[in-house]
Each structure stands twice: as C-alpha cells, then as structure tokens.
C-alpha cells in the first residue's frame, strides 16, 4: 500500500469501546487482536480523562490533567497504544469539553472555587452566575428543605459533611455556629428541587451534577486540554470525538483553536443534524459523529405508506393517551412548553435577565421599555419554535453577523414575523441590533438554552410520547416522516461525498436508544401495519394488564424489537421504566408515582414477557428473514458508503440492545461465523485493501436496477471498484412476487462477490441470481 493509496491520519473504520472500571486499559488491549482482524484502522475510545469513581462511562471528568486511575492510568493507556500500534491500530479519544463532574471531593478546581470565591484562580473555569443568589453557588444537593436536613450537615475541620458530600470551608469560618457558617461561605447547600428555579451555574441539559466549563477562555482551554494535546504530539492517540459542541459559548472559536493546537488531526463532533440541516461550513473538523447517516440509512428500510397505515393505527389504539392524537409536531411543542417551564426553568430564568438588561442599556430605540414578562414569553415561543438544537450566527473578519448565517438563524425560526417583542428577541439572535459584548453574551445564552431545550424535549420526552414507530425515535432522527427514498439517500451521500468526506457515520451507538439490529426489527413492522394490528388485537384482548395503551403499544413494539434474549424481563422492564420517567405523562424521575411504576412491572412480567408475549415471539420468528435483510443490509451500506464508519462494540454480530445502560452491557469478542459477522469483516476488510475506493477524493455513484421491483434494490459504486447492492422492504417484495426479472446494470468489466467467492457478474446482473444466497452483495471490481 503506498502513502497515495491511504492517509493514515484519516481512519479507514473506527470500532468504538466502551471503557469503566469493569473494562479498563487492560481489558481493551486484550481484545486488539481480534479487533485488527476484523479490519478497521483505529480503536474509538469512550473519555479516558480522570472521572468519578466507579463512573460507567467516563463523561463526569473530574480531572483534565490525568489519565483515569480506575482504567489503568497514563502507563495503562500508553500501553494500550502500544499493543494497538503492534496490530496495526491507531487510537481515537472520546473529549469532554462543555462539562465537568460537579463534584467538589474529587473536582480540585471546583473544590478550590467553593473555598475561595470568585477571586479563585479556577473561578474562570466554571460557567457561573455570581451576581445571582447573593453572590453564591446554589448546590442541590439536600434531600429536602433546609429545615428537615440541617441536622444531618456537621463541620468537620475545615470541611462541611452531608452524607458522603464533602465541601470546603472558607477560611476563618470553620468555628461559627452552623446558620452564621453557611452564611460565611461561598456556597449555599439547598434542597435539589430547587435546581429547576434557583440554579445560578451552566450545567449540561439539566443535569445538575454536570458544571458548564468556559474553554472559550484561553487559559481554561489550555488547561483543560494539555494532557490530550500531549498524548497527540506524543502519538498515543490519533484522533478526537468532541462530545456535545452545542453546549459551548463558541463551538466555532472553540473548534478553531482545537484544529490549530492537534495540528489538523482528523475530529469528528456530536453535533446533531435535524433533518435537512447542514453542518456549519466553517468548522474545520471532519464532520458529524454520524446521527446524520443513522437516519439516511434507517429510513431506507422503511415503508412510507405502512408507516402512514401504523400511525394510523397507532392514533385508534392509543387514543386518548397519545399526545394530542399523535401529531408529531404538536408532540415536540408542548414537550417543549414542560420542558421550558419545568427542567429548565433557572436557565430560562437567566436567559430573561441578560435580555432585560441589554433592553434597558441598548441605544437601540426599539429595544426600550420591554418588560421582562414579555421578553420571558418572546424567548419561550421562539425558544419553542426553533426547529435546530441551536441557530449559529457566524460573524464576519469585522465582527459582523454574515447575511448567510443571519438568513440560517432566520429560517430556523418555525414562526411568522410579527410586531412586538418576539420579532424584538429574533432580531438580536440574528444579530440585527449590534456585536458588541452584551448581545454576544445573549446570543450565546440562548444558543445553550436553545440546545438544551432540543435535546430535552426532543430527545428525552417527545420520542417517549409519540411512539407509532420505536425505530425511529433515535438522536437526529425525524418520528414524524421517518422514511427516506433511494433517491434521496443518493443525494444525501453524494453531498457527504463532496463536502465531508471524511464525516463519521454509524448505526449502534452508546447513545442509540435501540440497536441497529433491534431497529431492523422494528421497520419491517412498516410492512405489515395489519398484521401487526391483529397481532395487538390477540395479545391485548381483555385489556391486556397495561396501565394505559401508549404504554402498551411502545411495550409490545419493545418486546418484539429484542426479540429472544437472556434476562429479557429484567431488560425489557428496565427500558420501560425508563420509558415512561421520561414521557413525564403519568410519572417523572423527580416525581415518581409507585402504584403507577408497579403496574408497569406487573405488566411487564405479565404481558410482553408473560405468556401473551410467546405469541408476539412467534410472530416475529415468522418474519425473520425480512429482520436479516434489514441487518445485513444497514450493516452493508453503512460500512461502504461516504463517510468514516464506526462499528460499535459487538455490533459485527447480531447485536440486540435497549436504551442504555442495556447497551452498555459486557459484550464478547470473538467471531461467531454469523452471516452479519462475514458481511462486516468482509466490508471492513475492503476498506482497509481498497482505501481509495471510499477516501476523500472517492467518488459515489448511484445505481439504479431495471424491472417491477427495482424500488427494492438500493445500489452504488464507489469510485467505480466497489459495488454495493442490497435488499429493501424484502417483505412487500416478497409479497409482489419476488424479482421477477428485475436487472442491475453494473458498471463495465468483471465484478468478483466477495462475499460467495467464486461467483463473477457483468453487464445486466439477474436479481434473483445476486440475491441468490444472501439478500445483500459486496462486488469487487476484477482488475482488467
């Protein structure tokens, strides 16, 4: 292979693990061997940075400046690096840049600002609000009011103990009387419902024990990035996935420093796309972390008209319980009113006082006399309405709002112009009433409200409340029109191709809510909508034990989506639990309603994994041939088109997993000799032999089958040497009659199968005879 031929600063494929205290350093080297052998470049390492104790998944950093104890250390890691680089592997880190743990025992900078105040030297580490509350930390941290724990806080030393939470003591105080002390301090502990109102830190969505960190602040950047940019220069680590860039003050500067101080190095960001939404340009990263390309390839395995046929459905069953008829939009809406209103609150709170005071101060005559309370409706509507995790409005070499990122922000605005103060509030998110500081700072706060407001209401309630399709309630995804056509797949991959070759693009993630494989379950249910709705009928005559039918709708598609599976009950009863938490419809994680939780139990035990659920089983043994097409087929297709694919752990096999922490279970590495397994070495392998075929200066060409059922092959060529092809909504093919003649016309030459050896195609390529043994084909272009 000659350096022409493959840049190895860019990964061929990345294989994500999974790192805790269960699964160290050690652990991870152990399974190199056999993650080379399945072909990717680069290992994909969840955070490695110094986090809270037993944390199962590394995001609560503590520690900036050292490689976690609980998974080895820095030798640990080093040693890692080397066994990869033995079996020819490089590494990619998972960075934490918008948070850190707010743990004030293990978080020395934190610790050193509770002690000290604002006139700490890490006081501009954190994103706090130290005119609010009397010039105090709030710490949610009490069980209950004030008067009911007082008790239970006791000086000790120059420490302040509650349970096991630990907070310093400002100097000089340690003797005063418990009111006078606290009083004294730089902190206030408080009961934690009073984080939804009073909080006066950043935290992360509305996560309290998260602490919003200021890298926009040189210092606070080099500081909390020189151990990474050390294990760069040094070549232990290769590469960066940035987590959550939304929640930054300024992703853009942000990502401009990290590109100039890694030196270029190939970075990827989480930064969720919604549909038709582009990446900003100006970002000098590789792309997207891949949500993007879950959606473009889930889609494809989804029957437009069924899906219509089970909302339908899905609207009759669920009925009254569906939020608002099971209307998509309306579903986000008032999930965002909650959201806004409840969870965060405080933030909206502080977002009001940054508006009123830069309307009082500005010059600007049409900013003046606008009461808070009207400015607080103006950015919840707004706030409600916009239809992006954040609008982002670069600015020009003089500090200008450019017309181009105005004219984005504009139309991400889902609401009509009008007088008063919304259009007010639009205008200095567009940046049409000045650059100086007070409206950078305003544009920043609603940009983190506004992303943290998406993730809430969308991630974490709308896709718990409206549920005709459980597949397609992913990060990214769009529940409403969940379908993508091949059309539009092409021309999705051919701008990836053109404008981000190198992005990420996955199907399993740590974050996915379903496996890719428990989700090729579910689309075939877009299939057969009528089958599935006498299947419901069965299963639920008499009532069927659930406590209300949303619930018993999204329960059934759950059971049927994982299928057969060791500890299925405790599983399943653990993802519905989750469920209905964080629909918030008729129990919440801060308000838990027991008589209801106990009924989801007894349901669960009962129905979707009671004997009923045997009929539900043998229903989906009956269309598993149609669940393999679609497994093989997302698996196919994400490892060969644009992109940099990555494979999450365990995932080359069959892979059935919930919402976390289901998918973060202990997997097994090795082979199994499954049919998925052969797809994906096959795949991978190809990559790391043709690298041209799929690098930066590839190309991708759509192919398009002739005859009655060419809507049910999707197919493309990859720089004119690879050749994808695979079988889409096998069901309603197999229901047509099957291929019936239908042809592929392949590019000019020979193509060798590299999945059945042996076998050559040219020309116009029989369906039946390519589909013959597999409903997926990998062909490589034979050399002339």
Same mark, same amino acid.
């Given at each position: 292979?000659?350096?022409? +031929?493959?840049?190895?600063?860019?990964?061929?494929?990345?294989?994500?693990?999974?790192?805790?205290?269960?699964?160290?350093?050690?652990?991870?080297?152990?399974?190199?061997?056999?993650?080379?052998?399945?072909?990717?470049?680069?290992?994909?390492?969840?955070?490695?940075?110094?986090?809270?104790?037993?944390?199962?998944?590394?995001?609560?950093?503590?520690?900036?400046?050292?490689?976690?104890?609980?998974?080895?250390?820095?030798?640990?890691?080093?040693?890692?690096?080397?066994?990869?680089?033995?079996?020819?592997?490089?590494?990619?880190?998972?960075?934490?840049?918008?948070?850190?743990?707010?743990?004030?025992?293990?978080?020395?900078?934190?610790?050193?600002?509770?002690?000290?105040?604002?006139?700490?030297?890490?006081? %501009?580490?954190?994103?706090?609000?130290?005119?609010?509350?009397?010039?105090?930390?709030?710490?949610?941290?009490?069980?209950?009011?004030?008067? *009911?724990?007082?008790?239970?806080?006791?000086?000790?030393?120059?420490?302040?103990?509650?349970?096991?939470?630990?907070?310093?003591?400002?100097?000089?105080?340690?003797?005063?009387?418990?009111?006078?002390?606290?009083?004294?301090?730089?902190?206030?502990?408080?009961?934690?419902?009073?984080?939804?109102?009073?909080?006066? &830190?950043?935290?992360?969505?509305?996560?309290?024990?998260? #602490?919003?960190?200021?890298?926009?602040?040189?210092?606070?950047?080099?500081?909390?990035?020189?151990? #990474?940019?050390?294990?760069?220069?040094?070549?232990?680590?290769?590469?960066?996935?940035?987590?959550?860039?939304?929640?930054?003050?300024?992703?853009?500067?942000?990502?401009?420093?990290?590109?100039?101080?890694?030196?270029?190095?190939?970075?990827?960001?989480?930064?969720?796309?919604?549909?038709?939404?582009?990446?900003?340009?100006?970002?000098?990263?590789?792309?997207?972390?891949?949500?993007?390309?879950?959606?473009?390839?889930?889609?494809?395995?989804?029957?437009?008209?069924?899906?219509?046929?089970?909302?339908?459905? &899905?609207?009759?069953?669920?009925?009254? +319980?569906?939020?608002?008829?099971?209307?998509?939009?309306?579903?986000?809406? %008032?999930?965002?009113?909650?959201?806004?209103?409840?969870?965060?609150?405080?933030?909206?709170?502080?977002?009001?006082?940054?508006?009123?005071?830069?309307?009082?101060?500005?010059?600007?005559?049409?900013?003046?006399?606008?009461?808070?309370?009207?400015?607080?409706?103006?950015?919840?509507?707004?706030?409600?309405?916009?239809?992006?995790?954040?609008?982002?409005?670069?600015?020009?070499?003089?500090?200008?709002?450019?017309?181009?990122?105005?004219?984005?922000?504009?139309?991400?605005?889902?609401?009509?112009?009008?007088?008063?103060?919304?259009?007010?509030?639009?205008?200095?998110?567009?940046?049409? &009433?000045?650059?100086?500081? *007070?409206?950078?700072?305003?544009?920043?706060?609603?940009?983190?409200?506004?992303?943290?407001?998406?993730?809430?209401?969308?991630?974490?309630?709308?896709?718990?409340?409206?549920?005709?399709?459980?597949?397609?309630?992913?990060?990214?995804?769009?529940?409403?029109?969940?379908?993508?056509?091949?059309?539009?797949?092409?021309?999705?991959?051919?701008?990836?191709?053109?404008?981000?070759?190198?992005?990420?693009?996955?199907?399993?993630?740590?974050?996915?809510?379903?496996?890719?494989?428990?989700?090729?379950?579910?689309?075939?249910?877009?299939?057969?909508?009528?089958?599935?709705?006498?299947?419901?009928?069965?299963?639920?005559?008499?009532?069927?034990?659930?406590?209300?039918?949303?619930?018993?709708?999204?329960?059934?598609?759950?059971?049927?989506?994982?299928?057969?599976?060791?500890?299925?009950?405790?599983?399943?009863?653990?993802?519905?639990?989750?469920?209905?938490?964080?629909?918030?419809?008729?129990?919440?994680?801060?308000?838990?309603?027991?008589?209801?939780?106990?009924?989801?139990?007894?349901?669960?035990?009962?129905?979707?994994?009671?004997?009923?659920?045997?009929?539900?089983?043998?229903?989906?043994?009956?269309?598993?041939?149609?669940?393999?097409?679609?497994?093989?087929?997302?698996?196919?297709?994400?490892?060969?088109?644009?992109?940099?694919?990555?494979?999450? +752990?365990?995932?080359?096999?069959?892979?059935?997993?919930?919402?976390?922490?289901?998918?973060?279970?202990?997997?097994?590495?090795?082979?199994?000799?499954?049919?998925?397994?052969?797809?994906?070495?096959?795949?991978?392998?190809?990559?790391?032999?043709?690298?041209?075929?799929?690098?930066? %200066?590839?190309?991708?060409?759509?192919?398009?089958?002739?005859?009655?059922?060419?809507?049910?092959?999707?197919?493309?060529?990859?720089?004119?040497?690879?050749?994808?092809?695979?079988?889409?909504?096998?069901?309603?093919?197999?229901?047509?009659?099957?291929?019936?003649?239908?042809?592929?016309?392949?590019?000019?030459?020979?193509?060798?199968?590299?999945?059945?050896?042996?076998?050559?195609?040219?020309?116009?390529?029989?369906?039946?005879?390519?589909?013959?043994?597999?409903?997926?084909?990998?062909?490589?272009?034979?050399?002339?």
């Amino acid at each position: 292979m000659t350096p022409e +031929q493959r840049d190895p600063a860019v990964p061929t494929a990345t294989y994500r693990l999974q790192l805790q205290p269960g699964f160290p350093f050690g652990a991870a080297a152990d399974a190199v061997p056999y993650v080379a052998s399945l072909g990717v470049s680069h290992l994909h390492l969840s955070p490695v940075l110094e986090a809270v104790p037993g944390s199962p998944h590394g995001y609560d950093v503590v520690d900036h400046a050292r490689v976690r104890e609980e998974l080895g250390g820095e030798e640990g890691l080093r040693e890692l690096a080397r066994t990869a680089r033995e079996h020819g592997l490089g590494l990619v880190v998972d960075i934490v840049p918008n948070h850190m743990a707010m743990s004030p025992r293990h978080n020395r900078a934190l610790w050193e600002v509770l002690r000290e105040g604002p006139a700490s030297p890490y006081a %501009r580490w954190f994103d706090i609000d130290w005119e609010a509350q009397g010039g105090q930390v709030l710490l949610p941290v009490l069980g209950g009011p004030f008067g *009911e724990e007082a008790g239970r806080l006791e000086a000790d030393g120059d420490v302040l103990r509650y349970y096991d939470h630990a907070f310093p003591l400002r100097e000089g105080t340690a003797g005063l009387p418990l009111p006078r002390l606290l009083d004294a301090q730089w902190y206030r502990p408080v009961w934690w419902r009073l984080a939804r109102t009073e909080l006066n &830190y950043r935290r992360f969505f509305s996560i309290s024990e998260l #602490i919003g960190v200021r890298v926009e602040d040189p210092e606070v950047f080099d500081a909390t990035h020189g151990k #990474i940019l050390e294990l760069l220069r040094e070549g232990v680590i290769d590469g960066l996935r940035v987590d959550h860039p939304d929640g930054l003050a300024d992703p853009d500067g942000y990502l401009r420093r990290l590109h100039e101080a890694t030196g270029g190095r190939w970075t990827v960001v989480e930064k969720i796309l919604s549909d038709g939404e582009p990446l900003p340009p100006s970002w000098p990263v590789a792309g997207t972390t891949g949500y993007d390309a879950l959606r473009h390839v889930d889609g494809l395995f989804t029957d437009p008209a069924g899906f219509g046929e089970l909302l339908g459905r &899905y609207r009759r069953f669920a009925a009254p +319980q569906t939020d608002r008829g099971g209307d998509w939009d309306a579903t986000v809406r %008032r999930a965002a009113y909650k959201v806004l209103t409840h969870e965060l609150a405080t933030e909206v709170d502080r977002l009001t006082r940054v508006t009123s005071r830069l309307c009082v101060a500005s010059p600007e005559p049409a900013l003046r006399d606008r009461a808070p309370w009207a400015l607080r409706t103006a950015l919840q509507e707004l706030l409600v309405r916009l239809e992006v995790y954040r609008p982002y409005s670069s600015v020009d070499a003089a500090g200008v709002v450019t017309e181009e990122a105005a004219e984005g922000a504009r139309l991400a605005f889902a609401v009509p112009e009008e007088a008063g103060a919304v259009d007010v509030v639009r205008d200095l998110v567009l940046g049409r &009433y000045g650059d100086g500081p *007070e409206y950078v700072e305003f544009r920043t706060r609603f940009a983190q409200t506004a992303s943290a407001l998406r993730a809430k209401s969308v991630e974490d309630t709308a896709f718990y409340r409206y549920v005709p399709l459980l597949s397609a309630t992913e990060v990214g995804g769009n529940p409403g029109d969940p379908a993508v056509s091949p059309e539009r797949f092409h021309a999705y991959c051919a701008r990836v191709q053109r404008d981000w070759p190198s992005t990420g693009t996955v199907v399993s993630t740590h974050d996915t809510k379903r496996s890719a494989d428990v989700r090729a379950a579910l689309h075939v249910l877009t299939e057969c909508p009528e089958r599935w709705a006498d299947v419901l009928a069965e299963v639920t005559r008499g009532g069927g034990g659930a406590p209300d039918a949303q619930l018993a709708w999204a329960a059934w598609q759950t059971v049927f989506g994982l299928g057969p599976a060791q500890d299925a009950e405790e599983r399943v009863r653990g993802a519905l639990l989750k469920h209905v938490r964080e629909a918030g419809l008729y129990t919440s994680w801060t308000e838990q309603e027991p008589p209801y939780e106990e009924a989801v139990e007894r349901f669960v035990a009962e129905g979707p994994c009671g004997v009923p659920g045997e009929r539900v089983a043998a229903f989906r043994a009956s269309l598993e041939p149609h669940i393999r097409a679609n497994a093989w087929g997302a698996a196919l297709v994400h490892l060969t088109m644009p992109g940099v694919p990555d494979v999450y +752990q365990g995932t080359e096999h069959e892979y059935r997993a919930l919402v976390d922490p289901d998918n973060r279970r202990a997997v097994r590495f090795g082979g199994d000799g499954s049919g998925k397994e052969a797809v994906t070495r096959a795949a991978l392998r190809l990559r790391a032999r043709r690298p041209a075929a799929f690098g930066d %200066r590839a190309s991708y060409a759509p192919l398009t089958a002739e005859g009655p059922a060419a809507a049910h092959c999707l197919a493309f060529a990859r720089s004119g040497e690879v050749l994808t092809a695979v079988t889409r909504l096998s069901l309603r093919l197999a229901e047509a009659g099957g291929w019936r003649g239908t042809r592929l016309a392949l590019p000019a030459g020979r193509w060798a199968d590299v999945l059945e050896p042996g076998r050559e195609f040219g020309g116009h390529a029989p369906l039946e005879e390519l589909f013959e043994r597999s409903p997926v084909a990998l062909l490589e272009r034979i050399p002339d």
